[in-house]
């Protein structure tokens, strides 16, 4: 079965930047590849409830939640089966627990947190 890894959370001030990873293996992907699967990052700040981040289907097309266009990008690299999430100018609000999340088929639409696979997560923390 598919697993998923997050790395690269940590503690920044405003207007800093992190590059999150995530590891994919298993399943799906030990057989097929990253590029076979649907793959998204979201997130969740204490008290709140999960939040669509951004999302990568197949054929590379990304979608992103309106508060983060221009500040965070979404990538993903074949050769080695890792996701990636760049952010930058980063915000107070960006504070929240980090999560890749997988899934075979296509979800409608790519932000709504119905995906099979889940890591278990990468705290970023950014301070003002």
């Known amino acids: 079965q598919v697993q998923l890894v997050e790395s690269g959370g940590g503690s920044v001030q405003a207007g800093g930047s992190l590059r999150l990873s995530c590891t994919a293996s298993?399943?799906?992907?030990?057989?097929?590849?990253?590029?076979?699967?649907?793959m998204a990052w979201f997130r969740q700040a204490p008290g709140k409830e999960r939040e669509g981040v951004a999302s990568i289907d197949r054929d590379g097309t990304t979608t992103y939640a309106d508060s983060v266009k221009g500040r965070m990008t979404i990538s993903r690299n074949n050769a080695n089966n890792n996701l990636y999430l760049q952010l930058d100018s980063l915000k107070p609000e960006d504070t929240a627990m980090y999560f890749c999340a997988a899934d075979p088929t296509k979800r409608t639409p790519p932000l709504l947190p119905g995906y099979r696979v889940w890591g278990q997560g990468t705290q970023v923390t950014v301070s003002s």
């Open positions: 298993g399943g799906t992907i030990r057989m097929f590849g990253i590029s076979a699967v649907y």
